[in-house]
């Protein structure tokens, strides 16, 4: 069974270093997003992408970048580690449409010393 | 500003029926979905009300009134695995998603 895979699992890092989260899909779904996800608060959007090509800003895109080249890719990349981006980072996709599910990946558990 | 509200913890016994509640505020509204995300796993789709009313799917029911800004997903005949955070999260007018902090229910024997 495939879906979204993110690499890696678990990661620690320390601060100032660069990183990037990998993240593949194989439903050909058009949508891809970042959240992060923290004790006690809601999932918080970090970029998305509704398809291949373009990207836009969710509510917390400081700190980070991502592309889409293609359907199926979406990295997520710290430039300078931060000790704040400690978090688990969740990426999903959606075929796109409205009240479409978000399929979501196991995802990624990032500390940053 | 934009804000859903939801319980942080509920209890329930195997068995027994629970109903976590989920208020919402959002710039405009396109519908509201329930989520189940077990500790350490992904969150995955559980239902999407757009409509006011009940949809039942199974032993998972979730209801909305949208002129309350209100809605509530309900368990039965609960189960230990039903142990998990369960997310309300509503869609704006841009069909931007607006998450809950989620509901950790705990279910006793």
């Known amino acids: 069974i495939a879906g979204i895979t993110q690499a890696p699992t678990s990661q620690i890092l320390a601060a100032g270093r660069r990183m990037t989260l990998r993240c593949t899909q194989d439903m050909r779904h058009n949508a891809m997003y970042w959240y992060r996800q923290d004790l006690g608060l809601g999932l918080r959007l970090i970029h998305y992408s509704n398809t291949a090509g373009t990207t836009g800003k969710g509510e917390v895109p400081d700190g980070y970048s991502v592309s889409r080249a293609n359907t199926d890719d979406f990295p997520l990349t710290l430039a300078s580690a931060v000790p704040s981006q400690t978090s688990v980072y969740f990426c999903a996709s959606s075929d796109g449409g409205h009240g479409g599910e978000l399929f979501f990946g196991e995802g990624s558990r990032l500390t940053v010393l | 500003g934009q804000n859903i509200d939801q319980p942080t913890e509920m209890t329930a016994t195997e068995g027994a029926i629970v109903q976590i509640n989920c208020t919402y505020q959002t710039s405009g509204f396109n519908g509201l979905f329930w989520y189940q995300q077990h500790a350490g796993e992904a969150p995955t789709f559980l239902s999407y009300?757009?409509l006011d009313g009940l949809e039942e799917k199974g032993r998972f029911s979730s209801f909305l009134s949208r002129s309350k800004g209100y809605s509530y997903l309900l368990l039965k005949e609960l189960q230990m695995k039903d142990s998990a955070s369960y997310l309300c999260?509503?869609?704006?007018?841009?069909?931007?998603?607006?998450w809950g902090a989620g509901t950790k229910l705990i279910i006793k024997p």
């Open positions: 009300n757009v």
């Open positions: 999260a509503g869609t704006d007018s841009n069909y931007q998603l607006i």
